[in-house]
């Protein structure tokens, strides 16, 4: 007999949709319809809602100010969800919806490709799931670049209206000065400091000599080591002891190669009593026009000069010692018992030769060599700093906005207490730095620009001889060949010969 077997109809096996996660930022502006959390939502519903194959199982949207990822909860949420498997692709409309700097965005997007969820941008056409790893590297450098360049353009504008404006803060406290309640006020006992020092140089006493009677009494420096020439040059030429503020004294191109001293490129920006003045303006000008009489004739310096200055390689100090017609120069410990120093002797006038070489390279190549390193340094002092202020500003301003609204969506139910106490002390900690690097940011100081200032003035006026007490800091030999070390803390070796 015939057996049958009746066969069924395979029933169609449905294919799973790709599971679509949009992510936006939600502005916190009420009047600001266009990226509002339901006009978003709306649009991307909308989008997918006659897809074949893909749906919309999530939307995720940050408040529009957040810039890290430490502060836009529902990005980490969508990446968890990633890690989870829950999501197949992302959506956003922008790159810059997506991250707001570079290296988050590259790192997220590496993260997503490991688990393999792809991501979308509408604005600028790029899916990852049809770029290569070499075109997403390239995309990615362009915009690091322009973001760069963004960031330069934003704080440079920012910080030229308020130089235009008088606005603009103090990133370094001047020596004489503290901030009360974010106000300039004097403080007395260095004002005093800065006022005898007007009234000593204008009664006739040299910078060197007023430093020298202050290391005698022991009087603290504004930079924390021993008083010196240039603090005190420093104090003589600064504006801001009468009143006044100077900005933009140098400039630079964004990916330019040089620093630039401005000399009428760039607006220079001179505000008039901002600051309560310590020094009269009668007193101060008297001041500049002594030390330009000054840098015209110097002072006769001793036929030895260096004395004082020589060290030798092996830690001590070399010697100016009379021997028969001509000085020489010994290493004092060349007749040690214990540790007798190999060095050779030199004599004195190889020790003027190679200082007379030094100083006609520099004056010959002063615009190559001082110049630019002038420039970068005043730009890193007072462009740098006080970009770095003005980020740290910003980001307090935001941290602060962020506490105000977990405090608004507290009070309305939207969050529990315990949750708004904990964001909020993480928050409070997070303003506590920001202050902490602020105060030092206005308290720290750097010689090295006004040190090369001054090297750059006097290389190119005084003659060779006549510069060893102005600009020579020490000099370190090992019998052969010697190397100086200037203000400003350039260094130049030379030969002995």
Not at 26 to 43: C, H, I
Not at 174 to 203: C, F, N
């Amino acid at each position: 007999m015939r057996k049958i077997t009746v066969i069924e109809p395979k029933k169609a096996t449905a294919v799973r949709k790709i599971r679509v996660a949009a992510y936006c930022r939600v502005s916190t502006e009420k009047s600001d319809q266009a990226n509002s959390y339901e006009t978003q939502k709306s649009y991307f519903m909308n989008s997918y809602i006659k897809a074949a194959n893909e749906e919309i199982v999530e939307i995720y949207a940050d408040l529009g100010s957040g810039t890290s990822e430490l502060y836009r909860p529902e990005f980490m949420r969508m990446i968890n969800d990633c890690r989870l498997g829950k999501v197949d692709r992302i959506v956003t409309k922008s790159l810059s919806r997506f991250a707001r700097n570079t290296k988050d965005c590259l790192t997220a997007l590496r993260e997503l490709k490991k688990l393999g969820v792809t991501v979308a941008f509408e604005k600028e056409g790029i899916d990852t799931a049809r770029v290569s790893d070499e075109i997403m590297i390239t995309i990615m450098e362009g915009l690091a670049q322009e973001e760069s360049a963004s960031i330069s353009r934003n704080i440079r504008w920012s910080l030229k209206r308020r130089m235009a404006s008088g606005t603009l803060g103090i990133a370094r406290v001047p020596y004489g000065y503290e901030k009360r309640d974010g106000q300039m006020t004097i403080e007395e006992s260095k004002a005093a400091v800065v006022q005898r020092i007007y009234t000593l140089y204008l009664s006739g006493m040299g910078a060197m000599r007023i430093a020298a009677l202050f290391n005698e009494e022991n009087l603290p420096s504004p930079t924390g080591i021993r008083w010196n020439n240039v603090t005190i040059l420093k104090i003589l030429r600064q504006e801001k002891y009468i009143g006044d503020i100077r900005w933009q004294k140098t400039y630079s191109v964004f990916m330019g190669d040089k620093w630039k001293l401005n000399n009428g490129e760039e607006n220079s920006y001179y505000i008039r009593n901002c600051l309560p003045p310590i020094i009269s303006r009668e007193d101060f000008a008297a001041a500049q026009s002594l030390m330009e009489r000054n840098t015209r004739t110097p002072k006769t310096i001793n036929k030895s000069p260096f004395r004082g200055k020589t060290k030798c390689t092996c830690g001590r100090s070399y010697s100016y010692i009379l021997k028969g017609k001509e000085p020489i120069w010994e290493c004092s410990a060349k007749y040690d018992q214990s540790m007798p120093c190999d060095n050779p002797v030199f004599k004195d006038s190889a020790y003027h030769r190679a200082w007379n070489r030094m100083c006609i390279k520099l004056r010959k190549n002063a615009d190559e060599i001082i110049l630019p390193c002038i420039a970068m340094l005043d730009e890193l002092n007072e462009s740098v700093v006080g970009e770095e202020i003005t980020g740290l500003q910003l980001k307090y301003e935001e941290l602060a906005q962020r506490r105000y609204v977990l405090c608004a969506l507290c009070s309305q139910g939207c969050i529990t207490h315990e949750k708004l106490v904990v964001s909020e002390s993480e928050i409070n900690a997070e303003l506590a730095k920001i202050e902490s690097r602020l105060d030092r940011l206005e308290k720290q100081s750097d010689e090295s620009s006004d040190g090369l200032q001054t090297l750059y003035r006097l290389i190119t006026k005084i003659r060779s001889d006549s510069l060893v007490g102005m600009i020579l800091v020490n000099a370190v030999s090992d019998g052969t060949t010697i190397e100086f070390e200037l203000i400003g803390g350039l260094k130049v070796r030379e030969q002995l010969i």
